[in-house]
């Protein structure tokens, strides 16, 4: 039997994408500070997660949000 041992930074943010994919992007981030999961690059972080976004699409996102609530 063979084990693949993947990368924790890589699956940090595979997790991250799950939780992004199922919650808002407010308690993503909560949550990532209550688990101290702030180490390493931030930003290149952010990038990798916000890649396909831009103002309108995020605009979009949080309006169809607030107009669930």
């Known amino acids: 039997m063979t084990i693949k041992v ?5 699956n940090l943010q595979e997790v991250i994408q799950v ?3 199922h ?3 407010s308690k993503v981030m909560k949550f ?8 390493g ?3 290149q ?4 997660l916000f890649v396909q976004e831009d103002v309108d699409s ?3 996102k949080i309006k ?5 609530e």
């Open 6 to 10: 993947i990368n924790e930074q890589q």
């Open 19 to 21: 939780l992004l994919t």
């Open 23 to 25: 919650l808002e992007p």
């Open 32 to 39: 990532w500070a209550a688990c101290k999961l702030g180490e």
């Open 41 to 43: 690059d931030y930003l």
């Open 45 to 48: 972080l952010k990038e990798k």
């Open 58 to 60: 995020l605009y979009e």
């Open 64 to 68: 169809a949000y607030q107009d669930d």
